[in-house]
Each structure stands twice: as C-alpha cells, then as structure tokens.
C-alpha cells in the first residue's frame, strides 16, 4: 500500500562471512521511498545499522551490495506487505504458472 510516496515493504539484508561462508539474514518492515536516491540512501542507512565497516559496491533494481574487510553484504527490497489483488475478483487460478510444454 502507498501513501505519502511510500511503500510499506520488506528489506532483506543478507551477509555472507568470506572466511567461513557462514550466512545470516536481517528482515525489516520499512517504508520504502518511491524513488531511487530514496532507496539507495534507506539501503545504505539500515545496512551501516548492522554492519557499519562495509561500503556501497553497488546499487539498482532495488538492491545493493557492500563489501567489508570481513564478509559481502546485499540488500534489497522484498514484496510490498499489503496484498492487493490483482485481478478482478481476485482468483488466484488467474496467474498460476503454466506447463512449459503442452501435453
């Protein structure tokens, strides 16, 4: 759902240690801002909160990765947390995945 140019979301930080390639992963309910720059510098912000020695590498597509002394860092958006439904009447059969090939 958005309001005031936000879009309440889910942002997922993932970390992966380069030594040991041990993993863990951070889930936040955020509004997130409509607009890049807005998601970039929310991406930078909430990631420095965990993990405050690595820097941006990259950003786009609602994502971004850090890399730090230690271990590679990606964070991105997850879905909005609101469902909306998509089609009228809502019918799930509606965009439910095809066979690949016909029988």
């Excluded at 991406?43 to 909160?49: G, M």
Aim: aromatic share 4%; charged share 25%.
């Amino acid at each position: 759902m958005t309001s005031g140019g936000f879009t309440k979301r889910l942002l997922v930080i993932e970390a992966r240690d380069l030594d040991t390639d041990a993993r863990s992963r951070t889930e936040l309910e955020v509004d997130a801002p409509a607009d890049d720059p807005g998601k970039r510098a929310q991406l930078i912000t909430s990631v420095s909160r965990i993990h405050p020695d690595v820097v941006l590498r990259s950003f786009g597509n609602d994502a971004a990765s850090f890399l730090g002394p230690d271990h590679l860092v990606v964070a991105h958006y997850g879905d909005a947390l609101e469902s909306e439904i998509a089609v009228p009447g809502g019918d799930p059969k509606a965009h439910e995945q095809q066979p690949l090939f016909a029988a």
